[in-house]
């Protein structure tokens, strides 16, 4: 029963190449976000999305695009990847109205060689 | 544009000492405070938040925060540490012409020695 979920794990892929992470929630959220953690543990935001709306951060490459089939998925599709994507990617979800938390997902450890 | 500071870069404590992290935030209306956890591997698990109310705000694990509006802060603070508490600690900001997103300091690295 868990929460949200992250797949792969991890993903070791050579530059250049395109490759996609997977999110799932079974939260009833209507919100979803993917967020970039540098091996500084630095975390930022790339994008916000629900059925009516994405945010993007402006200082995403637009090499990266989200993908929701439905609620309760948000894909992170990547391509040309280069040497400086190398970094932790999470998954979170939350309602979009009111106060409330944001649930992460394990993580997916991304290294371009 | 939001901004979450958290001043403490690495702490290294001792077990039984007692912790105190800052965290200080920009927005100037209504916010929603949270503090999160991630411990070596995992993923963020939430500590804390601050929705209304009681600005001393009761957490998981002992953990406590103080929401003082005058200071733009949301410290953090437990009064006795344990090796188990070593891990990365974020800040966060939700206000409400924030969207759905939320603004993370760039977290605090605790290091608790037995």
């Known amino acids: 029963d868990t929460a949200v979920s992250q797949t792969p794990k991890y993903l070791v892929t050579q530059m250049g190449n395109d490759k996609s992470i997977k999110c799932e929630q079974n939260?009833?959220?209507?919100?979803m976000y993917w967020y970039k953690q540098d091996s500084k543990k630095f975390l930022k935001i790339m994008f916000s999305?629900?059925?009516?709306?994405?945010?993007i951060n402006e200082t995403v490459p637009n090499r990266f695009s989200p993908k929701s089939p439905d609620k309760a998925h948000l894909n992170l599709h990547i391509n040309s990847l280069e040497l400086g994507d190398s970094a932790v990617y999470f998954c979170?979800?939350?309602?979009?109205?009111?106060?409330?938390?944001?649930?992460f997902g394990p993580g997916t450890r991304l290294t371009v060689t | 544009a939001q901004s979450v500071s958290q001043h403490n870069h690495h702490v290294i404590l001792s077990e039984a000492a007692s912790l105190e992290l800052g965290c200080n935030y920009s927005?100037?209306?209504?916010?929603?405070l949270f503090w999160y956890v991630q411990y070596p591997g995992q993923h963020l698990q939430l500590l804390l938040k601050?929705?209304?109310?009681?600005?001393l705000v009761k957490g998981i694990k002992g953990f406590e925060a103080e929401f003082i509006k005058s200071k733009f802060s949301f410290n953090l603070r437990k009064p006795s540490v344990q090796w188990s508490d070593t891990a990365e600690y974020f800040c966060?900001?939700?206000?409400?012409?924030?969207?759905?997103?939320?603004?993370f300091g760039t977290g605090t690295s605790l290091t608790v020695i037995p």
């Open positions: 979170a979800s939350s309602l979009r109205q009111g106060p409330y938390e944001q649930y």
């Open positions: 939260l009833g959220h209507d919100t």
């Open positions: 999305y629900n059925n009516k709306e994405l945010i």
């Open positions: 927005y100037g209306g209504t916010v929603n």
């Open positions: 601050y929705f209304s109310g009681d600005p």
């Open positions: 966060a900001v939700k206000g409400p012409n924030t969207g759905n997103q939320f603004y």
